[in-house]
């Protein structure tokens, strides 16, 4: 089941997310306030269901150690996706 949510989560991470929220209570554990979903739903959606995989996944709810590689690791499609989409806005002003 893991697997298979980081899969989807990849490549729909906002479906995802409000997958997670209707149908279970990662968001309450992982955030106290609805703030922080709400806003890393809106700007950086693969890095807040990264962060609230890992503080669910791991043992007592601390991230710690290779724990912060998930949300570390949706930070970087994050900010890759950003980039491409910025190049190709890019690429099709000067054609």
């Not at 990264?50 to 710690?64: D, I, P, R, V």
């Not at 499609?77 to 980039?83: N, S, V, Y």
Request: hydrophobic share 45%.
């Amino acid at each position: 089941m893991g697997c298979f949510i980081l899969l989807i989560g990849i490549i729909w991470p906002r479906i995802t997310l409000v997958l997670l929220w209707l149908f279970t209570n990662y968001s309450t554990q992982a955030f106290q306030t609805y703030l922080w979903p709400i806003l890393g739903f809106c700007f950086l959606p693969t890095t807040t269901l990264g962060y609230e995989l890992a503080k669910n996944w791991a043992s007592g709810g601390q991230l710690t150690g290779l724990w912060w590689l998930l949300p570390a690791l949706g930070l970087l499609h994050d900010l890759g996706h950003t980039g491409w989409a910025a190049s190709r806005r890019g690429r099709k002003r000067n054609t």
